[in-house]
């Protein structure tokens, strides 16, 4: 390759997409170094703290493209304080002051406000998409600035985000002039929309292809968009409530027939049962269908709607369908890649619909499966044998029992055996998450087969540090490792520092760690940030090496102690 | 590292290997392991047939209770999806629509008398008065007596009793479950004297 000039070299990393395999690229020489960086326009940082926006902008001076994750994976359940950090600002600070070409910007479990969305609004002038997942900090009013000025924006996708909705018209805030729209998702607002501006928005973008309305939307409008948009890929349906003798029915079905190209639906968050019917010619075609926000569609009407997905690659249900319904998942769905079962009732007195039986039938039927997220009563060593030895390319495995040390139901042991065939079996597993009763012996599994295992978690599981320490020997490319409520101390976290600067991050909460663990690590370990978290205000910051530690948050970094944490977060 | 040598004593360790019959959580495998550093305090036994649960606390472990409710941030589901699946009918800027009864939706509010603070019950996830009678009194940890249409609760100082969409207060078992489950606004079990006048027939 020495032979080759500059611009061929760069013309076949044009190719390399993937960012890892850049990554490597970059590793052969410096001259691969260099051509690389200037031809990397999509840039990924998992870590928000790990690095900051100099860097990476010195970096890869081209770079379109930048995905940005914020808190930690925990975050998400509550157990991380709500201005921990994450915050959006100082980034688009910098690109705005040193004119940074951004194009695209997806964001994860950041804090966003609607200063930064207006100054993404002002700052960039050939902005194009935005996506936002389990983000928060941030109103309509900053979408609105969006919808206003980003006159080429492609893509406004919010997905599950906290947004204060002030019900004002910023969906009015997209100039008549704006045609290029194809994606819009707006899921997750609460309020009411100006449902007028919206058909007119939809019927000037010819090239719109997904769209996901939200709970105020009614039916009469929605069918007056699929009358509009009959090229539709993706639809989200906001509200399905209609009188069962109005004719609006005959006209839905027969708009719905007319969107050939429809391969993913959602959302449904409220019907009327004896309008459903309108949805089973486009159930055929159907590649991904998410009802898991459904709650008014019960376990038989699921079980009709998915008899009509033959196609079906992934689903997302309420666990209202029932062991029943994912027999027929099972007997319909023969091309189902990803399943996730969401509990309907979490905090109820029931237990959860699902038992160890739907998952084996599924595992049974469908032998594509790779992809798993199942929230259920109660599992056994034996179902999750046979489902390692039906479904072996798993690449996500996460199952969450609702009583989190519940044992084995048959046999009331731990689960260890049936999770140990989970990682023995599936040697492509990436991502793990474990519940029920679980001992030391689990660990002593994942570490001897997981080789491939980049996430783990870990929830009231374990006996001692041989728990931790089995894992963090065993699992070379760990990247994650999250653990909750589970009796691992300091000899487990102090044991092999050097580990925790070939991860992404470590989170340890109600454990065992104590100040005087944590001391240690930092002063050992200086590229690393040592985050103790002390929301509860039990410990004394100068205090007692004793004090046992209750959330701790520890990640590699180049760029030393972050400047934006509030007062009861320590940097040690 | 002398470590890596302890693990695999806990190979050939065949205690950890071994079927007992008592319940998890009992035993000690780890019990001499110089890696040990706390006594296993997280398991707790769970009786599947009472519903009662055992507590074992040591070292100030949050603890596991029989409302899954108090441990934060379990079952591990982001906010946002429990808010909608809780409360499928109320949304920003409408009002909630009291003439639905459908159960599939219905959370209702149980009060006992005596008791310091409210609970809520999901009335769609019970087929029927044994199970949420069953229900009441783990949750409340009380013995709700016999029914018989005639003498009301028999065998115990407690009384379910419901409000219906009227606004009356109606004794639990009396109308086909059905009937109770879309008719029934709240519950307020009954304590004492008051709860005998009932079976009384007044």
């Known amino acids: ?572 | 590292m002398g470590s890596s040598t302890c693990y695999d004593n806990d190979l050939v360790n065949l205690e950890a290997t071994e079927l007992r019959l008592g319940l998890p959580g009992r035993h000690e495998p780890f019990e001499n392991h110089p890696m040990k550093t706390s006594t296993s305090s997280i398991k707790r036994s769970i009786d599947e047939t009472t519903g009662e649960e055992e507590e074992e606390d040591s070292g100030g472990r949050p603890k596991v209770t029989s409302s899954k409710a108090q441990i934060v941030g379990w079952p591990p589901i982001r906010s946002f999806r429990k808010n909608i699946t809780v409360h499928p009918k109320s949304k920003v800027g409408r009002e909630e629509s009291s003439s639905s009864s459908d159960a599939v939706g219905t959370y209702v509010k149980v009060s006992m008398d005596g008791a310091p603070y409210l609970r809520k019950i999901h009335l769609g996830s019970y087929k029927g008065y044994d199970q949420l009678l069953a229900a009441l009194q783990t949750m409340f940890r009380i013995t709700i007596g016999q029914y018989s249409e005639r003498e009301g609760y028999e065998g115990s100082e407690y009384a379910p009793t419901y409000e219906d969409k009227d606004g009356d207060w109606m004794l639990v078992g009396d109308v086909p479950w059905e009937m109770f489950a879309t008719t029934c606004k709240r519950l307020r079990i009954m304590k004492g004297a008051e709860a005998r006048g009932l079976g009384c027939g007044v």
Not at chain 1, 186 to 212: H, Q
Not at chain 1, 393 to 417: H, W, Y
Not at chain 1, 424 to 444: A, I, N, P
Not at chain 1, 540 to 552: F, R, S
């Open chain 1, 1 to 572: 390759m020495n032979y080759f000039p500059d611009e061929v070299i760069e013309h076949v990393f044009h190719f390399v997409e993937s960012n890892k395999d850049r990554n490597s690229i970059s590793l052969v020489c410096k001259l691969w170094y260099r051509i690389e960086r200037f031809s990397r326009l999509r840039v990924f940082v998992g870590n928000c703290y790990a690095i900051s926006p100099e860097r990476v902008f010195a970096r890869f001076p081209f770079m379109k493209s930048l995905f940005l994750k914020g808190k930690p994976h925990f975050a998400d359940f509550n157990l991380v304080p709500d201005d921990w950090g994450g915050f959006l600002y100082p980034w688009i600070e910098y690109m705005a002051r040193n004119k940074v070409n951004l194009e695209e910007l997806r964001l994860k479990r950041m804090i966003v406000t609607d200063d930064s969305l207006e100054l993404i609004a002002a700052s960039f002038a050939n902005f194009k998409s935005l996506v936002l997942v389990s983000c928060e900090g941030f109103t309509t009013d900053g979408l609105a600035a969006i919808a206003a000025n980003c006159r080429f924006l492609r893509e406004l996708d919010l997905q599950e985000n906290e947004i204060e909705d002030h019900r004002g018209q910023w969906i009015n805030c997209f100039p008549e002039c704006h045609t290029s729209l194809v994606a819009l998702n707006f899921a997750c607002l609460r309020g009411d929309i100006n449902l007028a501006a919206l058909e007119r928005l939809v019927a000037r973008s010819p090239n719109l292809k997904s769209l996901r309305l939200n709970q105020a939307v009614p039916l009469e409008t929605f069918h007056r968009i699929l009358v509009r948009a009959p090229q539709l890929v993706e639809l989200g349906v906001g509200s399905f409530v209609n009188d069962p003798e109005s004719e609006i029915n005959d006209k839905l079905t027969s708009a719905l027939q007319k969107c050939q190209s429809m391969r993913s639906l959602s959302g449904f968050f409220e019907v009327t049962l004896s309008c459903m019917s309108a949805i089973y010619p486009v159930c055929e075609n159907l590649i991904s269908l998410n009802l898991s926000y459904a709650p008014e569609i019960p376990g038989n009407e699921l079980i009709k709607i998915i008899q009509h997905c033959r196609k079906l690659q992934k689903l997302w249900v309420l666990d209202c369908i029932g062991d029943k319904g994912l027999k027929v998942v099972a007997d319909s769905c023969k091309e189902l890649q990803e399943l996730r079962v969401f509990p309907f009732d979490p905090h109820g007195v029931r237990n959860g619909a699902v038992t160890e039986e739907g998952l084996v039938a599924v595992a049974s039927g469908c032998l594509k499966l790779n992809s798993l997220l199942y929230f259920c009563q109660q599992m056994t060593n034996e179902a999750l044998i046979t489902v390692a030895r039906k479904c072996p390319n798993f690449i996500r495995f996460r199952l969450c029992i609702l009583n989190p040390t519940k044992p084995d139901a048959a046999t009331m042991q731990p689960l260890d055996e049936g999770f140990g065939a989970i990682v023995q079996s599936c040697k492509g597993l990436r991502r793990l998450s474990m519940s029920g009763l679980l001992t030391d012996r689990v660990f002593h599994y994942i570490g001897s087969f997981a080789e491939n295992l980049e996430m783990l978690s870990v929830a009231f599981a374990g006996d001692s540090d041989a728990g931790m320490l089995y894992v963090l020997n065993g699992c070379k490319k760990l990247s994650k490792l999250e653990i909750r409520d589970s009796p691992f101390g300091n000899v487990a976290l102090l044991m092999d520092v050097r580990k925790y600067e070939t991860m992404r991050s470590l989170w340890m909460s109600s454990c065992e760690v104590t100040m005087g663990g944590c001391r240690t690590l930092a002063k050992m370990m200086p590229r690393l940030n040592v985050e103790v978290i002390n929301d509860s205000g039990d410990l004394d910051k100068h205090g007692d090496d004793n004090q046992v530690v209750n959330k701790l948050f520890v990640y590699r970094t180049l760029v030393g102690p972050r400047k934006d944490a509030p007062d009861f977060v320590w940097t040690l």
